[in-house]
């Protein structure tokens, strides 16, 4: 990241279900009011990831998950691009990309709803093994 520069990154949202079947399963989080929203989606269920311009919520509504999906299939998974140019003021920092993420899901043999959520993710990218040594926080 750099000055000036815009830069665009990839968010992937990953959906692996291992023991009963699931529905109505969304995903949902608030971009930093910095990174833009590009358009740029892809996925391999059937509806992509949405944008509220007016909260900055992205969200992504899976209607059915069978069991095992992502176990002996592919799991779902939604990516979707941002974009950033830092400023002057944020050299040095470690900028957010996308706010914590809430997950619920409704349990179709238990009949219970699931709550789940992760952390923000910020350029430190822990999850990113391509990442690995590369300067996370803006520079001038």
Do not use: C
């Not at 009011?33 to 996925?43: N, S």
């Not at 311009?53 to 990516?79: C, Q």
């Not at 974009?83 to 993420?101: K, M, N, S």
């Amino acid at each position: 990241l750099q000055v000036g520069k815009t830069t665009q990154l990839t968010i992937h949202w990953v959906l692996k279900n291992y023991y009963t079947d699931i529905s109505s399963a969304e995903f949902s989080a608030r971009l930093p009011v910095e990174m833009k929203w590009t358009g740029k989606v892809k996925t391999n269920s059937t509806n992509e990831p949405k944008f509220d311009e007016t909260t900055n919520l992205v969200s992504w509504k899976i209607d059915r998950v069978v069991a095992t999906r992502g176990v002996i299939s592919d799991p779902f998974e939604a990516v979707f691009q941002v974009e950033v140019t830092p400023t002057a003021g944020q050299v040095g920092q470690i900028l957010d990309l996308l706010g914590p993420t809430d997950f619920v899901a409704k349990d179709d043999f238990a009949d219970v709803t699931i709550n789940a959520s992760d952390v923000k993710l910020d350029t430190n990218l822990p999850d990113d093994a391509t990442m690995a040594g590369s300067l996370k926080n803006v520079q001038p």
